[in-house]
T-cell receptor
Framework: AQRVTQPEKLLSVFKGAPVELKCNYS??????LFWYVQYSRQRLQLLLR??SRESIKGFTADLNKGETSFHLKKPFAQEEDSAMYYC??????????FGGGTRLMVKP | DAGITQSPRHKVTETGTPVTLRCHQT?????MYWYRQDPGHGLRLIHY???????DKGEVSDGYSVSRSKTEDFLLTLESATSSQTSVYFC????????????FGPGTRLTVT
């Protein structure tokens, strides 16, 4: 069975510091991975999909199949990045499995 | 927002009462999903639908039922609400054709007293 683990429930950094939100997954096939962001009391928004290899709002994420990880990174955190971040995995079906989420707090 | 709305946005109800939440989409996508969001648990799938009258259970389906009589509407019913069902409920769709990502509604905050 697939599983997504986000080991940090809370990550607190200062503005301008680098950020790395960790995501590890367990799945034997070729997964498709996503990062979602949820700003305070808003809907979840798709931030990144690994197949696109894109950079959105300065965030990037690289799929490391050897380490089964898909960590989200940003070199310089901004206060507006404060939000809840969820990593999600698709197993080539029509379902997503979500991690427990990491709350990012960026302090001024 | 992929044309997804949810109603009501907030509801307070008493233990033992039935509650129905509505998800409405405007773009006729086939797949629709209901999740609940709880601290520490992330999002957990309750039920999903792959077409009119075609539904299946998710990870946490006990105490919930769903119906989809029209493509655009997916209803979630708590048959007899309990305090453990206090949560934020999100509806989502999968855009077809496309990838496997899902797009979410604004959520319904349900409190069962």
């Amino acid at each position: 069975a697939q599983r997504v683990t986000q080991p940090e429930k809370l990550l607190s950094v200062f503005k301008g510091a680098p950020v790395e939100l960790k995501c590890n997954y367990s799945y034997s096939g070729s997964p498709e991975l996503f990062w979602y962001v949820q700003y305070s009391r808003q809907r979840l928004q798709l931030l990144l999909r690994h197949i696109s290899r894109e950079s959105i709002k300065g965030f990037t994420a690289d799929l490391n199949k050897g380490e089964t990880s898909f960590h989200l990174k940003k070199p310089f955190a901004q206060e507006e990045d404060s939000a809840m971040y969820y990593c999600a995995l698709n197993n080539a079906g029509n379902m997503l499995t979500f991690g427990g989420g990491t709350r990012l707090m960026v302090k001024p | 927002d992929a044309g997804i709305t949810q109603s009501p946005r907030h509801k307070v109800t008493e233990t033992g009462t039935p509650v129905t939440l509505r998800c409405h989409q405007t773009e006729n996508h086939r797949y629709m999903y209901w999740y609940r969001q709880d601290p520490g648990h992330g999002l957990r799938l309750i039920h999903y639908s792959y077409g009119v009258k075609d539904t299946d259970k998710g990870e946490v389906s006990d105490g919930y039922s769903v119906s989809r009589s029209k493509t655009e509407d997916f209803l979630l019913t708590l048959e007899s609400a309990t305090s453990s069902q206090t949560s934020v409920y999100f509806c989502a769709i999968k855009v077809s054709p496309g990838g496997y990502e899902q797009y979410f509604g604004p959520g319904t905050r349900l409190t069962v007293t």
